[in-house]
């Protein structure tokens, strides 16, 4: 039978007040003395008394729980994804916060569904772990009180707060590598359909500019973010021909890096430089091992998590978007 405050009451044969006050470390008003105090406590510890969380929270008005929203269960299949999750749960496992994950997989309607969460004060605070949740919704948990962050996923506004991996900056460090190595005609593989493609195309023509190598859209090959490297990923006539001309191959992903590395062996018997796009820990076994540009996934949770904890104790914080450094690793 569960041990309720009342019962530990009975048993000190004090008020219901004195024991909450002793247990709750708030004797404010009329002094409790230190007998008191001590048998009190003494009896919850004998009876296995244990606090009813859900009830302190509803007298709080707050959870002390952050909603951390997500597509699917299957993102953590990715390395990276692990490892922002391992940030974010630590961040809030030393600041007294649980973690509840939300997966939008079956809800019809996700913005009525967050709605609901919030007014029951079911979470305290949200990281938006997915790309379709607009401005007007960011307005709304402002207006509600709700600290949030974008966590990996670009915001739909600068209005919105972001924290992500520095997608232009890692492709800029990749390209201007190969370049420095002696390589000019540098192919490239980019999803345009993912912002973070975009942001990569960028930083791979901002190396060339720096150096003044024409920008060749001949060497910019169509692939797909997808964690395999089944050929339906790659858009193998043009990288053909691209590869009749091109001396090195920057990946922005580390899937489609493997795929062009096994291509590049199978059409013309001798490999080429190629780096990829990611950090996965597959990129060092692979022989010879594969260059790629590392993302901080930890880094990146731990940020974002710090970031509405930060607002959570009052500080104010104007809506930022914070790109977590990358580096470049070379085997």
């Known amino acids: 039978m569960t041990v309720t405050i009342r019962d530990i009451a009975k048993a000190a044969n004090v008020s219901v007040a004195t024991v909450s006050k002793v247990l709750n470390n708030k004797e404010s008003g009329i002094p409790i003395s230190e007998k008191t105090r001590e048998r009190i406590l003494r009896i919850a510890e004998e009876l296995q008394y244990r606090p009813n969380i859900w009830a302190k929270r509803l007298a709080s008005n707050c959870s002390n729980v952050v909603g951390v929203l997500i597509d699917t269960y299957l993102i953590f299949s990715s390395t990276i994804n692990a490892q922002i999750l391992q940030g974010i749960g630590e961040c809030l496992d030393d600041n007294g916060y649980s973690l509840e994950l939300l997966s939008k997989k079956g809800i019809n309607n996700i913005t009525d569904y967050l709605r609901d969460l919030v007014l029951s004060r079911r979470i305290d605070a949200l990281l938006v772990w997915i790309n379709d949740l607009d401005q007007d919704f960011c307005r709304y948990l402002d207006q509600q009180g709700i600290p949030h962050c974008h966590v990996q996923r670009y915001p739909a506004s600068k209005e919105c707060s972001g924290v992500m991996c520095d997608n232009l900056g890692g492709s800029y460090m990749a390209t201007k590598y190969l370049i420095e190595h002696g390589h ?43 964690g395999t490297v089944d050929e339906s990923t790659l858009d193998i006539t043009k990288f053909k021909k691209a590869l009749a001309y091109s001396t090195a191959v920057f990946s922005t992903s580390d899937y489609l890096a493997i795929r062009a590395t096994k291509l590049i062996t199978e059409l013309t018997g001798e490999p080429r430089p190629v780096i990829g796009f990611d950090g996965l820990d597959i990129m060092k076994h692979y022989q010879p091992p594969i260059p790629t540009v590392v993302q901080d996934g930890y880094r990146m949770g731990m940020v974002a998590a710090e970031r509405v904890l930060k607002a959570l104790g009052n500080e104010t914080l104007p809506p930022e978007w914070i790109f977590v450094p990358t580096s470049l690793r070379i085997p």
């Open 184 to 226: 000019h005609n540098i192919m490239t593989i980019i999803d345009l359909d993912h912002i973070e493609g975009k942001y990569r195309l960028e930083g791979y023509k901002k190396a060339l500019a720096e150096y003044s190598i024409p920008y060749n859209p001949d060497l910019v090959i169509e692939g797909i973010y997808r």
